[in-house]
């Protein structure tokens, strides 16, 4: 199968990358290297693709979004305080860009994968303060399931 993972050169997609190109399936890496870096992907690069591109950049990756299985979507700017500073920046990259790939997807009927955790704007939490705000059951407390565990 045919994948793009946008982000590719960064922590997680160059991870994924790495695990997709184990399982032998053809990839294409979309990271315009602002925040990810090509060494993250030495071990793989001779067996992937690799585009210099932005997300921002509607024209450039439709290019890219044909013949594909499916978009695993990981590019972001993800630095909470580096936002207050750089408000647009943020907002064009994780707004306007992932809405880019969603409506490319929709275009060519690619699946997306996209997977958003907010645990870092919150790491001081504890988990009586997730009880608290309903995102965890308590533990004996008798709903069964959904909501967590320890």
Do not use: C, W
């Amino acid at each position: 199968m045919r994948y793009v993972v946008t982000g590719g050169a960064g922590f997680v997609g160059s991870n994924l990358v790495k695990l997709l190109v184990k399982e032998g399936h053809d990839v294409l890496v979309i990271d315009n290297l602002v925040k990810g870096k090509k060494e993250n992907l030495t071990e793989v690069l001779e067996k992937i693709e690799f585009a210099n591109l932005d997300i921002r950049n509607y024209d450039d990756i439709e290019k890219n979004f044909r013949d594909l299985d499916g978009v695993f979507h990981q590019a972001a700017l993800t630095v909470v305080q580096d936002s207050f500073s750089n408000p647009q920046e943020y907002h064009d990259v994780n707004v306007v860009g992932t809405e880019n790939i969603f409506k490319l997807s929709k275009k060519y009927d690619v699946k997306v994968v996209y997977a958003v955790s907010y645990t870092h704007l919150r790491a001081h939490e504890t988990r009586e303060d997730l009880v608290f705000r309903g995102v965890l059951e308590k533990k004996n407390g008798g709903g069964g399931g959904g909501g967590g565990g320890g």
